[in-house]
């Protein structure tokens, strides 16, 4: 069975640091991979997928991941982290056809003024 | 573009009553999702509703869990009788179609029950 798992429950970086959040699956073939971010009493926000093709992804608000087949990671990154990117992020995959996201467990992040 | 619409957003309740939530999913988009989210997890599929066909009930509880799409748009999930356990958020999902899997969210009825 699928599953996901997002080691770090909370992260706390400082503002204009950069970010990686952790993000590793488990599924037999070339999953869809996805990061969503919620923030407090939101629903949560599409911030990028892969389906295929160039493993690093960009995208909405500066967010970018990597897609690394050998490790079954998909890292979520940031270069420079504003006070505002505090919230929580959930990485999900979709496999099968069931069209089911199964969603890690999710990972806060905290940010330092 | 108006976004999915879900009401309540806050539901107290005590254990044993009925209690519904409402969606109003993308205007077009055909998929809709229920979700549950227990405090300081992701969210977990209830159902999906392609049209107004539930295509994936599997992880639905039916013995108190319920829901439906009537006409293919919005959508009401019910739980009769409520349990403590059943404290959450219920977050509503649609899509264009099952194989973009790029689902909107919307903001969740959270769900407490004393």
């Known amino acids: 069975a699928q599953s996901v798992t997002q080691p770090d429950i909370h992260i706390t970086v400082s503002e204009g640091a950069s970010l990686e959040l952790r993000c590793n699956y488990s599924?037999?073939?070339?999953?869809?991979l996805f990061w969503y971010v919620q923030s407090p009493g939101q629903g949560l926000q599409l911030l990028l997928k892969y389906f295929s093709g160039d493993t690093l992804v960009q995208g909405i608000k500066g967010f970018e991941a990597e897609f690394k087949r050998s490790q079954s990671s998909f890292n979520l990154r940031k270069p420079s982290v504003h006070w505002s990117d505090a919230a929580e992020y959930f990485c999900?995959?979709?496999?099968?056809?069931?069209?089911?996201?199964?969603f890690g467990s999710g990972t806060r992040l905290l940010v330092r003024p | 573009e108006a976004g999915v619409v879900q009401s309540p957003r806050y539901k107290i309740i005590e254990k044993k009553q009925p209690v519904a939530f409402w969606c109003n999913p993308i205007?077009?988009?055909?998929?809709l999702y229920w979700y549950l989210q227990n405090l300081g997890q992701g969210p977990e599929l209830l159902i999906r509703?392609?049209?107004?066909?539930?295509?994936?009930d599997s992880q639905l509880p039916k013995d108190r869990f319920s829901a439906e799409r009537l006409k293919g748009v919005d959508s009401t999930l019910k739980i009769q009788p409520a349990e403590l356990g059943d404290s959450a958020v219920y977050l509503c999902?649609?899509?264009?179609?099952?194989?973009?899997?790029?689902?909107?969210f919307g903001p969740g009825t959270r769900l407490t029950v004393t």
């Open positions: 205007s077009g988009h055909n998929t």
């Open positions: 999902a649609s899509s264009l179609s099952p194989d973009s899997y790029e689902q909107y």
């Open positions: 509703y392609e049209n107004e066909e539930a295509v994936d």
């Open positions: 599924y037999g073939a070339t999953p869809y």
């Open positions: 999900a995959v979709g496999a099968d056809s069931s069209y089911k996201l199964i």
